[in-house]
Protein backbone atom coordinates (compact mmCIF):
# COMPACT_ATOMS: atom_id res chain seq x y z
CA UNK A 1 0.00 0.00 0.00
CA UNK A 2 2.85 2.01 0.69
CA UNK A 3 4.23 2.17 -2.57
CA UNK A 4 1.03 2.69 -3.94
CA UNK A 5 0.92 6.00 -1.98
CA UNK A 6 3.99 7.23 -1.33
CA UNK A 7 4.83 10.09 -3.62
CA UNK A 8 6.68 13.50 -3.18
CA UNK A 9 3.39 15.38 -3.08
CA UNK A 10 1.67 12.94 -0.10
CA UNK A 11 5.42 13.15 1.62
CA UNK A 12 4.46 16.84 1.11
CA UNK A 13 1.17 16.81 2.93
CA UNK A 14 1.87 14.79 5.59
CA UNK A 15 5.27 16.95 6.67
CA UNK A 16 2.68 20.01 6.66
CA UNK A 17 0.31 17.47 9.07
CA UNK A 18 3.68 17.45 11.39
CA UNK A 19 4.13 21.14 11.77
CA UNK A 20 0.55 21.52 13.10
CA UNK A 21 1.12 22.66 16.56
CA UNK A 22 -2.67 22.24 18.15
CA UNK A 23 -5.79 20.45 17.82
CA UNK A 24 -7.50 23.44 16.88
CA UNK A 25 -4.84 23.65 14.21
CA UNK A 26 -5.59 20.36 13.03
CA UNK A 27 -9.21 21.21 12.57
CA UNK A 28 -8.88 24.13 10.48
CA UNK A 29 -6.27 22.34 8.15
CA UNK A 30 -8.68 18.83 8.10
CA UNK A 31 -11.80 21.29 7.52
CA UNK A 32 -10.40 22.85 4.61
CA UNK A 33 -9.41 19.31 3.00
CA UNK A 34 -11.63 16.88 4.02
CA UNK A 35 -15.63 16.89 3.49
CA UNK A 36 -17.17 16.34 6.94
CA UNK A 37 -17.95 12.92 6.35
CA UNK A 38 -14.39 12.34 5.44
CA UNK A 39 -13.31 13.18 8.81
CA UNK A 40 -15.94 11.33 10.32
CA UNK A 41 -15.11 8.10 8.71
CA UNK A 42 -11.40 8.51 9.57
CA UNK A 43 -12.51 9.39 13.42
CA UNK A 44 -14.75 6.29 13.34
CA UNK A 45 -12.25 3.84 11.89
CA UNK A 46 -9.90 5.04 14.76
CA UNK A 47 -11.96 4.48 17.38
CA UNK A 48 -12.63 1.25 16.00
CA UNK A 49 -9.25 0.44 16.32
CA UNK A 50 -8.75 1.57 19.89
CA UNK A 51 -11.42 -0.54 20.84
CA UNK A 52 -10.41 -3.48 19.02
CA UNK A 53 -7.06 -2.83 21.04
CA UNK A 54 -8.88 -2.78 23.92
CA UNK A 55 -10.48 -6.11 23.70
CA UNK A 56 -14.32 -4.68 22.87
CA UNK A 57 -15.75 -7.48 20.75
CA UNK A 58 -17.51 -6.82 17.12
CA UNK A 59 -21.09 -7.18 18.93
CA UNK A 60 -19.99 -4.31 21.58
CA UNK A 61 -18.00 -2.50 18.97
CA UNK A 62 -20.98 -2.50 16.41
CA UNK A 63 -23.53 -1.21 19.53
CA UNK A 64 -21.61 1.30 20.68
CA UNK A 65 -20.97 3.18 17.51
CA UNK A 66 -23.41 1.92 15.11
CA UNK A 67 -20.79 0.30 12.83
CA UNK A 68 -21.34 -2.70 10.58
CA UNK A 69 -19.53 -5.63 11.59
CA UNK A 70 -17.89 -5.75 8.18
CA UNK A 71 -16.02 -2.53 8.73
CA UNK A 72 -15.01 -3.26 11.92
CA UNK A 73 -13.41 -6.51 10.35
CA UNK A 74 -11.49 -4.24 7.76
CA UNK A 75 -10.50 -2.08 10.60
CA UNK A 76 -9.61 -5.40 12.64
CA UNK A 77 -7.46 -6.77 9.10
CA UNK A 78 -5.66 -3.23 9.03
CA UNK A 79 -4.98 -4.01 12.95
CA UNK A 80 -3.70 -7.56 12.54
CA UNK A 81 -1.83 -7.34 8.81
CA UNK A 82 -1.95 -3.69 8.23
CA UNK A 83 1.42 -1.21 7.86
CA UNK A 84 1.15 -1.18 11.83
CA UNK A 85 0.02 2.94 11.52
CA UNK A 86 -2.99 2.67 13.84
CA UNK A 87 -0.60 0.74 16.64
CA UNK A 88 2.22 3.29 16.35
CA UNK A 89 -0.45 6.00 16.97
CA UNK A 90 -2.48 4.25 19.73
CA UNK A 91 0.98 3.02 21.33
CA UNK A 92 1.94 6.90 21.24
CA UNK A 93 -1.27 8.35 22.47
CA UNK A 94 -1.40 6.16 25.06
CA UNK A 95 2.55 7.09 26.52
CA UNK A 96 0.77 10.65 26.13
CA UNK A 97 -1.87 9.96 28.34
CA UNK A 98 -1.31 12.04 31.47
CA UNK A 99 -4.02 9.77 33.72
CA UNK A 100 -2.38 6.18 34.10
CA UNK A 101 -3.00 3.26 36.08
CA UNK A 102 0.52 4.18 37.89
CA UNK A 103 0.23 8.20 37.93
CA UNK A 104 -3.92 7.85 39.17
CA UNK A 105 -2.03 5.57 41.80
CA UNK A 106 0.82 7.90 42.73
CA UNK A 107 -1.75 10.74 42.72
CA UNK A 108 -3.07 11.94 46.28
CA UNK A 109 -6.42 11.35 47.72
CA UNK A 110 -8.35 14.72 46.89
CA UNK A 111 -9.74 16.12 50.10
CA UNK A 112 -13.39 15.59 50.48
Known sequence: MVGRL???ETDRLFEAILQLDSIEECYALFEDLCT???VKS???RFQIARLLA???TYAEISARTGVSTAT???VNR???YGADGYRLALDRLAAAEPDTAEEK???P???E
Open 6 to 8: KNP
Open 78 to 80: CLE
Open 36 to 38: IGE
Open 42 to 44: MTQ
Open 109 to 111: LAA
Open 72 to 74: ISR
Open 54 to 56: QGA
Open 105 to 107: AAQ
